[in-house]
């Protein structure tokens, strides 16, 4: 066996101690922490299309996690409800799995702030009643 083959073989045998201690900390450490987050909100600030001009052309998009399902891997994803009110009026609300990066940084949804519940909850009526009778996008498309 020459030097490289050696060192390869040495490479791949600390590759894989490392991946056991990763895997080992994920499942004692990390998923135990993300499985305490749930019900916790976040915003993502001030949303845009490309050359926002106005402030009205910016929006933020609020989520909230509601519950979490591990696939058969032992991955964690969490199912988040999610809404926003675009710089148009255009109204997007829905539930969908976010993959959850499995290692121990505090920023969990990339962009994404926390925010108190109660912040979470106003503006979710907000956005009902924007539902109910949308003023923004009967506002944006009489002065298109």
Known sequence: MNKIEELEKKRTEITEKISIIKEKEIKEKIIPRFK???????????C????PQTKSDYWDVFRKIIDYVTDK???L????EEFSIDGYGHLKLGIESV???????????????EIPEKE???ELDKFYKEYKIQTKLRRKTINK
């Open 48 to 51: 845009c299309y490309s050359c």
């Open 73 to 75: 891997e032992g991955y």
């Open 77 to 80: 994803y969490f199912i988040v």
């Open 99 to 113: 993959w959850v990066h499995h290692d121990d940084r505090e920023d969990i949804f990339s962009g994404y702030s």
């Open 120 to 122: 979470y909850e106003r």
């Open 36 to 46: 305490t987050m749930k019900g916790m909100c976040f915003v993502y600030r001030n």
